[in-house]
Nanobody, 122 residues
Framework: QVQLVESGGGLVQAGGSLRLSCAAS??????MGWFRQAPGKEREFVAA????????NYADSVKGRFTISRDNAKNTVYLQMTSLKPEDTAIYYC?????????????????WGQGTQVTVSS
């Protein structure tokens, strides 16, 4: 079992930046991902990273604005978000996979955090 705790969410104006963190309860050399869910919408993929941090993948909607990274020594994954838009408003969830590779499908992630709210005002 892996427990994940997200932090770093909040209220920010459009064009601003936030950095989300996801701390794992133990060392996990698995692929990790960030997903988000806006009110009335399905959970959607945001970004993913493989076990080493050497490979990353992004949703088209955030490419060039968001950066996922990880520090395996700290058991932590980050999501740096810049040039935020009101449509980025959502609850952001961190997820840990069960394989070393990254994935953009929620069903491939057995472990999830409780989520952190990100609100971008116009």
């Amino acid at each position: 079992q892996v427990q994940l705790v997200e932090s770093g969410g909040g209220l920010v104006q459009a064009g601003g930046s936030l950095r989300l963190s996801c701390a794992a309860s133990r060392r996990t050399l698995y692929g990790m991902g960030w997903f988000r869910q806006a009110p009335g919408k399905e959970r959607e993929f945001v970004a993913a990273i493989n076990w080493s941090g050497g490979s990353t993948n992004y949703a088209d909607s955030v490419k060039g604005r968001f950066t996922i990274s990880r520090d395996n020594a700290k058991n932590t994954v980050y999501l740096q978000m810049t040039s935020l838009k009101p449509e980025d408003t959502a609850i952001y969830y961190c997820a840990a996979g069960s394989r070393a590779t990254m994935n953009d499908e929620p069903n491939e992630y057995p472990y999830w955090g409780q989520g952190t709210q990100v609100t971008v005002s116009s």
